[in-house]
């Protein structure tokens, strides 16, 4: 499904149901693909909001993830902007990340050879912005 967005409101009612699907899950892969300003952050934030998570600290920049807690998940929010190699990847240590349970939402997931469960596409052009899920997925 692709939503064509012309507000911040879209996207937070988008952000709105996707928390719904993610409420009934400890577990997931999240990746957010899109080019630089197209919204994953923004995303991420609200439907953090939505899942109770009041202290969203931005995007990962120094550190390569946050860490949320709710009453009954961990959340992982990931930034891979920075890491150019598998190499890198490995010396950050991303993968042990992934010995957790929690709901992952990875921005910039090119370099990881893992396999997602949800993958949600940004479109941001001079004309609109766009999300595309996959809800099938899910
Ligand atoms: N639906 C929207 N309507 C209007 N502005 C938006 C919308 N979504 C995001 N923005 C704005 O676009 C800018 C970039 O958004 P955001 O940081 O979420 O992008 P990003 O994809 O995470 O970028 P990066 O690749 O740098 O991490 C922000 O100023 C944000 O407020
Ligand atoms: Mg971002």
Redesign the pocket.
């Given at each position: 499904m692709i939503y064509n967005?012309k507000?911040?409101s879209?996207?937070k009612k988008i952000a709105q149901e996707f928390a719904q699907i993610i409420k009934n899950k400890n577990q997931a892969i999240i990746f957010?693909k899109?080019?630089?300003?197209?919204?994953?952050?923004?995303?991420v934030r609200f439907v953090l909001h939505y899942l109770g998570i009041k202290d969203f600290k931005g995007?990962p920049s120094f550190t390569i993830a946050h860490e949320y807690y709710t009453k009954e998940k961990k959340v992982i929010h990931m930034?891979l902007?920075r890491i150019q190699t598998k190499e890198e990847l490995l010396n950050a240590g991303i993968f042990e990340y992934f010995d957790q349970v929690a709901i992952f939402f990875i921005?910039?997931p090119n370099l990881l050879e893992i396999k997602p469960d949800i993958v949600i596409e940004?479109n941001l052009t001079i004309k609109q912005?766009s999300i595309g899920i996959d809800w099938a997925t899910n």
């Open positions: 967005i507000t911040l879209q996207t957010l899109g080019d630089l300003g197209s919204g994953k952050t923004t995303f995007s930034d902007y921005e910039w940004f912005r």
